[in-house]
């Protein structure tokens, strides 16, 4: 059973609620129309964790995110099936440009071959969901960078994480714990789902918080702003 887009958005949407009530809601700033990047592609993650489904977690997350702060975003199957094509490239790995001894291509290739003004970069650093009993934690850490692809310039870049952790005193609770953690396991794998919700949406709100204002106005605000006429 495959999770639809419609059904991640309202997970993540509900997750965001959860956690603007939680911190507080962080007013953003308003499109920037000064800013030259306007199409943005999010490029495959590179995964330094064991976990061969996190990655895609994350870049869903993310693609679905930096729409929120007013770029245009070009959907990751298109992005993927491009750079397979005419890059031969499959792996986050093959874009690391900062790492000369694997020689990836620049920036500015991979926007012109992608026809995008802005790529994002991003990295997954820890995605750990340790329950043993007594002692539970549940982690992600990623960074991601905004790089202009016309200067090549990073524009942005954050590193985030976020985590959370239990203590169980009693061998009761260590059991109850291992137990919930094998029934949840069974569950995420029947229907293919981030078994760390919370912790994945946390990154990308305070990713979102800081990540520059594109150009691009939704029809909704332009209304809002365009004076009337009576």
């Known amino acids: 059973m495959k999770i639809s887009k419609g059904q991640r958005m309202l997970v993540f949407g509900v997750v965001f609620v959860v956690l603007a009530l939680a911190v507080g809601c962080v007013r953003l700033p308003p499109p920037d129309a000064s800013n030259p990047i306007v199409k943005v592609a999010v490029l495959p993650i590179q995964n330094y964790t064991p976990d061969m489904d996190a990655p895609g977690w994350i870049r869903s997350g993310v693609s679905e995110m930096v729409p929120t702060r007013y770029y245009t975003v070009i959907p990751n199957d298109q992005v993927d099936q491009i750079l397979r094509e005419k890059m031969g490239v ?22 012109k071959t992608l026809e995008v003004d802005g790529l994002m970069y991003c990295n997954l650093e820890d995605f750990q969901n340790l329950i043993t009993g007594f002692y539970n934690r549940r982690k992600v850490k990623a960074k991601c960078s905004l790089v202009n692809v016309k200067t090549s310039e990073v524009v942005w870049e954050k590193d985030e994480e976020v985590s959370n952790s239990e203590l169980n005193l009693s061998l009761a609770g260590a059991i109850d714990a291992v137990k919930q953690k094998i029934v949840v396991a069974l569950v995420n794998s029947a229907l293919r789902s981030n078994p760390l919700p919370i912790e994945t949406a946390g990154v990308i709100q305070q990713m979102k918080n800081t990540l520059p204002s594109g150009p691009v106005m939704d029809a909704a605000e332009q209304a809002e702003q365009t004076p009337k006429k009576f």
């Open 90 to 111: 499959t792996l986050g790995g093959q874009l690391d440009y900062r790492n000369l001894a694997i020689g990836a291509p620049l920036p500015g290739v991979v926007g």
